[in-house]
C-alpha cells in the first residue's frame, strides 16, 4: 500500500462513517426540517467519500470504490474515532459534527492547496459543502447551548464525553509527514490553533465549558476502534456481504 | 467536421433537463464542462454540482440514452472536479426559468418568486434537494424554495 493510497483512505474513511451515523437519522429527526438537513449533509458526505474512494481504487488497481467501503473489516477502517460514536439524542450529534465540521473547514482549506492535483479539486468540492456543514452544526450547538437548563445541560454531557476524541484529528504519523514533506498532505497539528479559535468562540456563546483535556483517545489511522465501527460495519455492509456484487 | 458534431452534442444536451428541475437543462445548470475529440472518442466533461447528489448519476444515464438514441454512439463521459461547481455560471435566462417555475434563483437577496418581495424568512438550510433551502415569503406568505448560492 502507497502512503497516499492510505492517506487518501481516512479521509474518504472518516466521510463514509459520519455518513452512514447521519443516514441513521433519516426518518428519526426531531422535526422535518432537521431530518432533511441530515440526510442532505449524509448525501454530501457520501459523495465526497465516493470521490475519495475513486481515487484510492485508482492508485490500487486491485480494489474498486466499492470494495473500499463495503469489503473491509473494521481493523482495515482508518477513520478518526469521533465519528464512528453514536448519535445517542440529537444534541449529542450535534455536539460531535460541530467538533468535526470545524475540523474539516481547516482541513479542506489546507488541502485544497495540496500539490496533488486530485486530492486539491476533491477538497476544493468538499470545502464548499462543509461549510454548510459547519453553520447548521454551529448554529444549533448554540441554540442548545444558550436553551433550557436541559438542553444546556445535555450538551454539557456530550461535550465532556466527547472532548477525549479531538486530540486525534490533529495529530500526524509517519505517512502525514512523509506526505507533507512532499507537499501533499495537510499539517494537522498546524490546524490546532485555528481549530481552538473557532471552539472557543462557539462555546462561549452557546454558554458551553470547554472541557480540560484528560485521557484522549487514540488509533484510527492505526485501524484501531472503539466498540462502536464493528456494529457500524455490520449494519452498512450487510447487503453486500450476504449478497455479493448484488446489483438492483 | 468533428467541430461540427461537437456543436451537434452541446445542442443535444441541451435538450437533456435536469432531472430533479426539468425547466432546465444540464448545460444550463452549468455541469457539462467542456466537449473535446481524441482517439475517436468525444469526452463530456461532468462536474458533479454536489457530492453526493443522486441527480447527477440520473443526468449520465439521460445523457447517454439521449446521445444513443441520435447516433452518436463513440463518447465517453469524464467526472471532473476542478474547477468546483458554482451558481455563478448561471445565466441571467436560466435564473429567469427558475424563477419562474417557482423557485428563488441564486442571488444575494432571497427574493419570493410568487410576489417578489424581498422580506423572507429562512426555515432551513437544507431542502429536497442538496442544491435547495427553504424559505418563506412574509408578504405573500408563501413557502418556497431557494437555489442555494455556492
Redesign the interface.
Known amino acids: 500500500m502507497s502512503s497516499l493510497f492510505t492517506y487518501t483512505l481516512r479521509i474518504a474513511d472518516s466521510s463514509l462513517i459520519l455518513?452512514q451515523r447521519m443516514a441513521e437519522w433519516c426518518a428519526k429527526g426531531p422535526t422535518l426540517?432537521e431530518d432533511?438537513?441530515f440526510s442532505?449533509?449524509?448525501?454530501?458526505?457520501?459523495?465526497?467519500a465516493?470521490?475519495f474512494y475513486e481515487y484510492a481504487a485508482q492508485l490500487d488497481d486491485s480494489k474498486s470504490a466499492d470494495d473500499l467501503a463495503f469489503l473491509r473489516n473494521e481493523r482495515e477502517f482508518f477513520n478518526h474515532q469521533m465519528v464512528e460514536i453514536e448519535n445517542e439524542h440529537f444534541g449529542n450529534t450535534i455536539v460531535r459534527n460541530f467538533l468535526h465540521d470545524a475540523f474539516n473547514l481547516l482541513f479542506y482549506t489546507k488541502l485544497s492547496e495540496s500539490k496533488d492535483?486530485?486530492l486539491?479539486?476533491?477538497a476544493?468540492?468538499?470545502l464548499?459543502?462543509v461549510k454548510?456543514h459547519l453553520?447548521?452544526s454551529t448554529n444549533w450547538l448554540i441554540r442548545l447551548g444558550d436553551g433550557t437548563e436541559e438542553s444546556n445541560a445535555k450538551a454539557q454531557k456530550s461535550l465532556d464525553n466527547i472532548w477525549q476524541f479531538t486530540a486525534e484529528l490533529f495529530e500526524m504519523d509517519k505517512i502525514d509527514t512523509e506526505l507533507l514533506n512532499a507537499g501533499i498532505a495537510v499539517d494537522n497539528k498546524a490546524l490546532k490553533l485555528e481549530w481552538d479559535k473557532i471552539v472557543n468562540s462557539t462555546l462561549t456563546k452557546a454558554k458551553l465549558k470547554r472541557p480540560e483535556d484528560g485521557y484522549m483517545a487514540t488509533g484510527g489511522k492505526k485501524g484501531m476502534h472503539t466498540e462502536y465501527l464493528g456494529f457500524l460495519l455490520a449494519e452498512m455492509q450487510f447487503l453486500q456481504r450476504a449478497y455479493p456484487d448484488a446489483k438492483w | 467536421m468533428q467541430n461540427g458534431k461537437i456543436n451537434k452534442i452541446w445542442e443535444l444536451l441541451n435538450t437533456v433537463p435536469d432531472p430533479e428541475i426539468p425547466v432546465i437543462s444540464v448545460v444550463e445548470l452549468g455541469v457539462i464542462r467542456d466537449v473535446t475529440f481524441a482517439n475517436n472518442c468525444y469526452i463530456i466533461s461532468i462536474t458533479?454540482t454536489?457530492?453526493?447528489?443522486?441527480a447527477v448519476k440520473a443526468f449520465q444515464d439521460d445523457i447517454k440514452v439521449c446521445l444513443k438514441e441520435n447516433g452518436i454512439a463513440n463518447f465517453e463521459l469524464k467526472i471532473?472536479?476542478?474547477?468546483?461547481?458554482t451558481t455563478d455560471w448561471m445565466t441571467d435566462t436560466t435564473k429567469e426559468k427558475l424563477r419562474k417555475y417557482g423557485i428563488a434563483p441564486p442571488s444575494d437577496t432571497v427574493i419570493c418568486p410568487q410576489c417578489d418581495s424581498e422580506k423572507t424568512i429562512l426555515?432551513?438550510?437544507?431542502?429536497?434537494t442538496?442544491c435547495k433551502a427553504?424559505y418563506k415569503c412574509s408578504d405573500c406568505l408563501e413557502p418556497f424554495e431557494f437555489f442555494?448560492c455556492?
Not at chain 1, 41 to 47: A, T
Open positions: 455518513g426540517e432533511i438537513a442532505n449533509i449524509s448525501l454530501d458526505m457520501f459523495g465526497q465516493n470521490g492535483e486530485t486539491a479539486a476533491l476544493a468540492k468538499s464548499k459543502e454548510y453553520r447548521h | 458533479p454536489y457530492s453526493g447528489c443522486p471532473v472536479y476542478s474547477p468546483a461547481w426555515i432551513s438550510d437544507f431542502g429536497a442538496a427553504l442555494k455556492i
